[in-house]
């Protein structure tokens, strides 16, 4: 019987079983993950976009800046005023210069702010620049 207990014992010592390997490679994975992921900067606020029949879908977008109907701009969820969006744009864009801008103008909004947003971006040596659209 002294034999036969000793047997069990070594049995259930030796059915253990190990979760290191398998938690590293979950730890992997996850860095990976967080290392290849895109990150999206929301603009702030809901606009109305106008309508297109040519509208393409952008594959990377890195910033988004928005335009309200009284003419404000948004990048990030902040407002910013006119003469400071060229350096909003090098900032975020220097986190991640594959991605590309896009403005979203209100369909109310002017051409005058819209046209600043452009240039501001092409002066921030950003050339992926897109104006969102809504399907027709």
């Known amino acids: 019987m002294a034999r036969s207990e000793g047997r069990f014992t070594g049995r259930d ?7 290191t390997p398998m938690l590293d490679v ?38 988004l800046i928005a335009i309200s109907p009284g003419g404000d701009i948004w990048i990030d969820k902040k407002r910013v005023e006119a003469e400071a969006v060229r350096a909003h744009i090098e900032r975020l864009h220097a986190e991640n210069p594959r991605g590309g801008i896009v403005v979203q103008a209100d369909r109310e909004s002017t051409f005058e702010k819209l046209k600043a947003v452009l240039d501001a971006a092409r002066a921030a040596g950003v050339t992926e620049v897109a104006v969102s659209t809504e399907e027709q």
């Open 26 to 63: 979950v730890f992997i994975m996850l860095i990976f993950f967080i290392v290849t992921a895109t990150f999206i900067k929301q603009a702030g606020i809901d606009v109305r976009r106008p309508e297109a029949e040519t509208d393409q879908q952008k594959p990377t977008v890195s910033v």
């Open 13 to 19: 010592e030796e059915s253990d079983i190990n979760l």
